[in-house]
Each structure stands twice: as structure tokens, then as C-alpha cells.
């Protein structure tokens, strides 16, 4: 069993801050990368941003969020955070972890859900 749980999303004033948390446990051998998406009403899901598990961690993000957003992780919590500064409107969205782990030593690697959480950005 593997679970995931988000926290941190709320309602907040453009220009504010927010971060987001995703935390993994359960059957867990290792974890090779993390993501964060999100989903705004009458939209497809996109990635906002992601981060490698290995070394110092390579990181993606989109457009929209670069300057804005910053991924990090913790690898001994199994953790993933998204620090959102500047917020826009825009953002509102449903925040979504993808965290792509393996159970077993020679397991493939599968990604795993979080429930999402609700970011909501008034103008």
C-alpha cells in the first residue's frame, strides 16, 4: 500500500504565498521522481512543476510559474513541497502530487496520485 497526502492549499489574495506539501508513505523501496500538477475547471490537467529524487535534484517547471514557483523535496521524509509566491488568478486550480516510486528492488516504477488540493487565488 502506498498512500499520498497533500496539504497546504487554501484561499489567498494575488500576490500572495502559498506551499504546498506531499507526503508518501507505505511499501516504498524508492522514488525517482516527483511532480506537482494541477487542474483548473474546464481544463485539461498540466504540469506545474517537477523534481528528480536523484543528486541535487533536477527540476522542470512551466512557463506560466518559472520565477514564481519553487519545487523541493525531502528524500528521507518522502516528501515534495511547492513554494507558490506571486500569486495570480490564474493559478486557481486543484493541485495534484504525482510521485513515480517502485515497491521493490526489481519493480517498475508506477506513479501514484495524491487527492489534490483546492488553491483558489481572488483578485
Known amino acids: 500500500q502506498v498512500e499520498l497526502v497533500e496539504s497546504g492549499g487554501g484561499l489567498v489574495q494575488a500576490g500572495g504565498s502559498l506551499r504546498l506539501s506531499c ?24 504540469l506545474v512543476a517537477g523534481i528528480t529524487s536523484g543528486g541535487s535534484g533536477s527540476t522542470n517547471y512551466a512557463d506560466s510559474v518559472k520565477g514564481r514557483f519553487t519545487i523541493s523535496r525531502d528524500n528521507a521524509k518522502n516528501t515534495v513541497y511547492l513554494q507558490m509566491n506571486s500569486l495570480k488568478p490564474e493559478d486557481t486550480a ?20 495524491g487527492q489534490g488540493t483546492q488553491v483558489t487565488v481572488s483578485s
Do not use: T
Request: with cysteine; hydrophobic share 25%; aromatic share 24%.
Open 94 to 113: 486543484v493541485y495534484y502530487c504525482d510521485v513515480q516510486l517502485r515497491r521493490h528492488y526489481s519493480g517498475p516504477y508506477y506513479s501514484y496520485w
Open 23 to 46: 507526503a508518501a508513505s507505505g511499501s516504498i523501496f524508492s522514488i525517482n521522481y516527483m511532480g506537482w500538477y494541477r487542474q483548473a475547471p474546464g481544463k485539461e490537467r498540466e
